[in-house]
């Protein structure tokens, strides 16, 4: 299935609009990642623990979008947006949604 942020789809004509579809994913940083996390901070560099969280739950969201879109008979996804928020008083829960409109072309 084509997913795109486009609104269109180069060479591709849409039929048929179906609807809205998203999907979420929602992670949770523990006390471990939050330590190394912190120590990265102070000597710099990049937090990998809290990238491969973020890409997992990219994935997720995705895959999750993607999987309603199916089911409703849809051959591709356009304007997909993904939204990164943190849920809670310590920022430590984030929650990534994916939503789009899931089309038919031909």
């Given at each position: 299935m084509l997913v795109t942020?486009?609104?269109t789809i180069e060479g591709k004509k849409i039929v048929?609009?179906?609807g809205l579809v998203n999907g979420e994913?929602?992670?949770g940083a523990n006390f471990v990642k939050d330590f190394f996390a912190g120590i990265r901070d102070i000597v710099g560099g990049r937090a990998g623990a809290y990238e491969q969280g973020l890409r997992e739950a990219k994935s997720i969201a995705?895959?999750?979008m993607m999987d309603q879109a199916q089911r409703l008979g849809a051959t591709a996804i356009v304007g997909v947006d993904l939204d990164y928020?943190?849920?809670g008083n310590t920022n430590t829960?984030?929650?990534?949604?994916?939503n789009g409109t899931a089309v038919i072309t031909e």
């Open positions: 942020t486009t609104p048929k609009y179906i994913a929602v992670i995705v895959r999750e928020q943190t849920i829960i984030l929650m990534v949604s994916a």
